[in-house]
């Protein structure tokens, strides 16, 4: 809940932002010369690629959460069996014996995305955002019966 209401205010604040910028970037382009023109679009410009890219994780989320919950109406979610240090941080070494594991199972049996979303929970633990992204795209992209590159 409280990843869900930090990623809302993230949003409103982006959102506001946005528009900030958009209003901005449309009085310069009102001034009429050349040069306010000129610098009008290209500040329109970082709105449009930021509400693109605010729209793009959005989807990403949303596909994630939705794996997620039929992973655990399925009673297959990834259990926690990692070991955590007295301030409740993960133990590196846990995580790579847990990461070891979900990626031998993701071997054995590469087409399947509930391996992939678990795999991605074992990058994400140790620490390998890009990485967890990537095996989280794979595994959405399975679900979704869509080609995946290899």
Do not use: C
């Not at 995580?95 to 994400?124: G, N, Q």
């Amino acid at each position: 809940m409280r990843a869900k209401l930090s990623y809302a205010v993230t949003a409103a604040v982006l959102l506001f932002y946005f528009v900030l910028v958009g209003s901005r970037g449309v009085m310069l382009i009102q001034s009429g010369t050349l040069l306010t023109v000129t610098f009008g679009v290209a500040v329109l410009i970082l709105p449009v690629i930021g509400l693109w890219f605010l729209w793009k994780n959005t989807q990403f989320v949303r596909r994630a959460n939705a794996l997620a919950a039929e992973l655990d109406a399925e009673g297959a979610l990834p259990v926690d069996e990692l070991k955590r240090t007295p301030g409740g941080r993960i133990d590196r070494d846990s995580a790579d014996e847990v990461f070891a594991k979900r990626k031998a199972e993701t071997e054995a049996s590469p087409d399947d995305w509930r391996s992939w979303f678990r795999l991605a929970v074992a990058y994400h633990d140790a620490r390998d955002t890009p990485r967890a992204r990537k095996a989280m795209q794979r595994a959405i992209a399975l679900h979704d019966g869509k080609p995946v590159q290899a």
